[in-house]
């Protein structure tokens, strides 16, 4: 059976508020985008529209909220709203933000559930990106926050929290992370902290923009002014938090999380190890061999790509291959300790990146890559019959038809192979 298409915004739309630590206020603009361009958030407030991908590899800070940060430009607080994108099964969206923090709005996931749900989704032609759990995955993090995960048919969160505060106490918590459910249980449960906290995390340049309207504040007895919009709202936002922080995987998560006392910097660390096993499985692939054959000119023996299992246009690609005792090369190689060659460890390299690069032009199937130079190349371990090989490639720039590229290849996370390219697209 075929896993869920990709999924992006039929339509533009807005939200604007202040921001929860920096209390500036900032406009953010929704845009559909194309496949296999994943979540990026776009700083349109400074020159030249700097871009953040939504990844674990941006995460800067876990300090009372998700910091994603690229270079010198950071985006604070982005959980809220990556936990409507998760709910929604959104895989690609550009997100306009005219400053440095996502608004915190009234404290809950709920406005921005609403504003990219209002405009409808476009389903695209390409598979989703799944990472389904297929045994127990477990972490932890300082402040007694512990993960498991386990398979399950769809994606469901179960959490626990403790504080002791007459209105939290022992709270738990579980829920399907569907659209309807997240839209009826956890879309609006908001925020909390204490007011004896106020002043100090002000101090550190937090909480500034903190307030009775957008957050629930709570005194030594009870809630500083309001009331509640479930009896276990603070488990349920909790869990809404869990969800917008394993949208950083980037793909949709299948399997049953629970977590015990979660936190930032423990959900991070649970999505890390959750990435990380996926790895070690290969991924779940958004381009598999036959249109792979599509773009590159290789045929058997030397088609050394299987599949992709990430991209990001124009920026970065992540492909397969699978070595086997079947290799022919093996039956001249070392043909009593098999060991693949070296050069077509980077012809597999290199074939990955020209995948990179055939996205970048105009009617692919006319074209073809050759490799002009490759530098800093280095073999750090032998690759053997069994072994995976996942191959990372970075574009480092791009001049009309002519690229840099970085690479490197790894095997159970270790690394193999690394280099650098120059590569040119001409006419079959």
């Keep these: 059976m075929s896993g869920p298409q990709q999924q992006t915004r039929a339509a533009e739309a807005k939200i604007s508020g202040a921001g929860l630590h920096t209390g500036e206020s900032v406009d953010v603009v929704f845009r559909p985008a194309a496949e296999n361009y994943g979540i990026r958030f776009r700083r349109t407030d400074l020159e030249g529209g700097p871009e953040i991908g939504a990844e674990l590899d941006h995460v800067v800070s876990t300090d009372r909220g998700t910091t994603l940060g690229r270079d010198s430009v950071t985006l604070h607080t982005v959980e809220h709203l990556l936990a409507a994108v998760a ?52 972490a932890a993090a300082s402040g007694g926050a512990s993960y498991v995960a386990t398979p399950a048919k769809g994606y469901r969160i179960s959490a626990g929290i403790e504080f002791d505060h007459p209105m939290i106490r022992r709270q738990f918590g579980s829920f399907d992370v569907t659209a309807d459910t997240f839209g009826r249980e956890l879309a609006q449960a908001r925020t909390f902290g204490f007011r004896r906290e106020a002043e100090a995390l002000r101090a550190r340049g937090l909480a500034r923009g903190a307030s009775l309207e957008n957050a629930i504040i709570l005194d030594e007895e009870g809630l500083a002014s309001g009331g509640l919009r479930f009896p276990d709202e603070f488990v349920r936002h909790k869990i809404g938090d869990l969800i917008g922080d394993l949208a950083l995987l980037g793909g949709r998560v299948c399997g049953h999380i629970v977590a015990e006392r979660p936190s930032h910097a423990g959900n991070i660390e649970m999505a890390r190890r959750i990435s990380a096993e996926s790895r070690r499985n290969g991924g779940t692939p958004i381009i598999d061999i036959q249109r792979i054959m599509q773009y590159l000119p290789h045929r058997y023996p030397m088609l050394l790509v299987d599949r992709i299992v990430e991209f990001e246009q124009g920026k970065r690609i992540v492909g397969i291959k699978n070595v086997t005792i079947n290799e022919p090369f093996f039956q001249g190689h070392y043909p009593g300790h098999p060991v693949m060659p070296g050069v077509l460890i980077l012809e597999a390299m290199a074939q990955v990146g020209g995948m990179l690069l055939m996205d970048a032009v105009e009617n692919p199937e006319d074209k073809v890559v050759y490799f002009m130079t490759m530098d800093n190349v280095k073999w750090r371990r032998p690759v053997t019959p069994g072994d995976q090989i996942r191959f990372e490639l970075e574009m480092l720039a791009l001049r009309t038809h002519t690229c840099r590229m970085k690479g490197a290849g790894y095997v159970e996370g270790k690394l193999v192979a690394e280099a650098e390219f120059m590569a040119r697209i001409v006419d079959r």
């Design 87 to 138: 709910a929604l099964g959104l895989d690609n969206l550009v997100v306009d933000v005219a400053g440095p923090e996502i608004p915190i709005l009234d404290g809950s996931f709920g406005p921005f559930f609403a504003v990219l749900r209002e405009a409808g989704l476009a389903t695209q032609s390409s598979p989703a990106r799944e990472f389904i759990v297929s045994g127990p995955i477990t």
